[in-house]
């Protein structure tokens, strides 16, 4: 009875103690699974990248190009380098004391989206208050063209690079369905981790693009502002000019290439012989 009794204890005790056991054995025994899987299946940057194929070098490039356009579009379209405060207020001054031949002068040294167009309109005051206009809307159109010609390889850029990701994707896949038809199906695993490798393609080109466009809206909407600013001077300066004091003067001061056609000096010169 005594022995009996004994293994019944020992029963009572031990299973318990080894369902305890169990339980904490399984999470470790996973986890311990989970980090050789992810430490056999981990991937260093450089070997995606490589995995990617001949199409990750032209996108390589284009990541290059868009931190640089970025970078470049955003100093091009502030405020400080279209319309620098201290040009503003040097021409305003000389507005101010009408010494316009100054202002021209000073804006022709001194160059910026804001005084070139500002040159273009005070070097036709002699012209009147219509040529003064037509000048500065075409200084600005060509000013905006400057500052958006870059902005607009970023647009070119999200375009392309989604299409190069997608032909590396194409020509990998015709790669992996060749070495199925060859060694057939026997490796199924072999196959679907060709295809994820081609897919990094796609995914870089995407990566590239989505920022590139981005950036392409937001730095036109900046310069758009930026040439609001440079509209919004000039309507100032100008919006009070006597210009009826102006009528014929040459204040830009360079030679005029315009002049009496040739035939008129030979049709005086005829009637005055006769």
């Not at 201290?86 to 000389?94: D, F, G, M, N, T």
């Not at 081609?198 to 989505?210: F, H």
């Not at 758009?224 to 440079?230: L, P, Y």
Request: aromatic share 8%.
């Amino acid at each position: 009875m005594i022995q009996t009794r004994m293994k019944r204890i020992l029963k009572a005790g031990l299973i318990p103690l080894l369902a305890v056991s169990a339980l904490l054995c399984v999470p470790q025994a996973q986890a311990a699974e989970e980090k050789e899987k992810a430490t056999a299946h981990t991937k260093t940057l450089w070997e995606q990248i490589y995995e990617g194929g001949w199409v990750m070098i032209p996108i390589g490039i284009c990541s290059v190009l868009t931190v640089f356009l970025c970078g470049d579009g955003w100093m091009r379209t502030s405020r400080k380098r279209t319309a620098p405060p201290v040009y503003e207020a040097e021409i305003k001054r000389l507005f101010l004391e009408g010494d316009y031949v100054g202002a021209y002068n000073f804006s022709k040294e001194n160059h910026s989206p804001l005084t070139n167009i500002l040159k273009s309109g005070i070097g036709m005051l002699g012209e009147g208050k219509s040529a003064v206009e037509e000048a500065l809307v075409a200084a600005m159109h060509q000013e905006s063209s400057k500052l958006n010609t870059y902005i607009s390889y970023l647009s070119v850029i999200g375009v392309c690079t989604p299409m190069i990701g997608l032909l590396g994707t194409v020509t990998g896949m015709i790669k992996a369905f060749a070495n199925l038809g060859t060694s057939g199906i026997g490796d199924p695993s072999g196959l679907s981790a060709a295809i994820g490798e081609v897919l990094i393609a796609t995914a870089s080109g995407l990566l590239i693009a989505i920022p590139a466009f981005g950036m392409f809206y937001f730095l036109r909407s900046r310069s758009n502002e930026s040439m609001h600013h440079i509209q919004d001077i000039c309507q100032g300066l100008f919006r009070k000019m006597p210009y009826e004091h102006m009528t014929g003067a040459h204040i830009s001061g360079e030679e005029v290439f315009a002049a009496v056609p040739n035939w008129v000096h030979s049709s005086e010169h005829v009637h005055v012989a006769q």
